[in-house]
């Protein structure tokens, strides 16, 4: 079975390189996050999850602890998307805990390209695993893992994020030949 980044090459090369510079728009560029971006990391987060936002303290804190791994979009002037993606200590699992692409900048592939870059990084440091986890109604984020071979086999896992926040728990394998998990986005 070939690799997602294999399925869906980056149509200019390089994530690194701006792309969707097409409606007139400035070009996005996919990037790792910098202090400076806080207010504008929390600022979209909040449009992302109005009802579940993180408190800045949070935030501030997955920047000082793993900053290296939050991708971010950017157009020069605003960010348009995030992912957060932490490896457990024993370097075997990685939980996507946040995926975020604003909302007038969906279905352009964006929070594939996000998820993509996330894998190969993973894939180059050997992570065994990934997981996260979905909101069972979040049609659009379960078809975007399901196309790059996430898998959700335990089924729905009730309360899994507190009273009545149920939880679906996919995962993805990363080894050699990309076998899709036996067996998290936070908010789903
Ligand atoms: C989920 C989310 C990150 C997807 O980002 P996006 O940039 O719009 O997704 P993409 O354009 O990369 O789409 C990739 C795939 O996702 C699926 N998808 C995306 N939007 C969809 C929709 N509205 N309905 C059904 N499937 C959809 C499709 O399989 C699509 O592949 P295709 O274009 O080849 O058909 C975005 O909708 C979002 O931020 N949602 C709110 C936050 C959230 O739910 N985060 C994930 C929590 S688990």
Redesign the pocket.
Known sequence: MALPEERFPFPGGRSDQAFFADHGERPLTMRGVTEADLPELLRVDRE??PDDPYPYFVLRQHFDVHGDRILVLDDGECLH?YVLFVTTSDGYVCWVL??????D??????????MLEVLRQLRRERVHEVR????PA????I?????LGFSAEGGVRRDYLGPGEDRLIMTLGTGPGLTPGPSG?R??
Not at 98 to 103: G, K, R, T
Not at 132 to 135: G, W
Request: without cysteine; aromatic residues 6%.
């Open positions: 992302v999850f998307g946040s995926l975020a692409v604003s909302p900048q969906r279905g352009r592939g964006l929070g594939r390209r996000l996260l986890t979905v909101e979040n049609a659009a984020a078809m975007l893992y399901r196309s986005l908010r789903g």
